[in-house]
């Protein structure tokens, strides 16, 4: 613990652990030193979903249970959990189709064999963009700068759905506060 040891997490290793258990304990075994960014995710669907808003894919998808689905960066992380905070608020049932990371998904989201997911907005940008996914709402509490055309769930009608998931540095429990 001298400091010059340290890490970027993210959102993900405080949520595994209340999934699956865990032999760490982030409070105990490591230093918070600073949040570094912050990152919200956005619904998007592949053009093929005759929704133009959230309310409509919510229609939609309560006239089809479990026939569609949606993609994520894999189990636990924050792109599934906005799934199943998405469902949970709306009452709808689609199918999780976990995935090692965004690269696969979005090639299956694009292609139409996945309708739907939470990518994150920045990355997503270029595929909206171009017509190839269109985009519903964003899970941050605001409206983004780098969509500010598109409303948050709650604008858009949907209470609950609120998911940003940040960055930060950690080091080594018992990191001397002066480093």
Known sequence: PDGHTLMMSSL??????????SRFNLARDFTAVSQVTAQGYVLTVHPSIPAKSVLEFVQYLKANPNKLNY????IGSPIHMSGELFQYATGTCMIHIPYKGMGAAYTDMLGGRVQCGFP???SSIPHVSAGRLRALAVTTPKRV?????MPTFAEAGV????VVNWYGLIGPAKMPKAI
């Open 12 to 21: 993900t290793p405080i949520i595994h652990p209340l999934l699956y258990g």
């Open 71 to 74: 993609a994520s960066s894999g």
């Open 120 to 122: 994150t907005i920045i």
């Open 145 to 149: 700068t780098a969509m500010p055309d």
């Open 159 to 162: 209470k609950g759905v609120v």
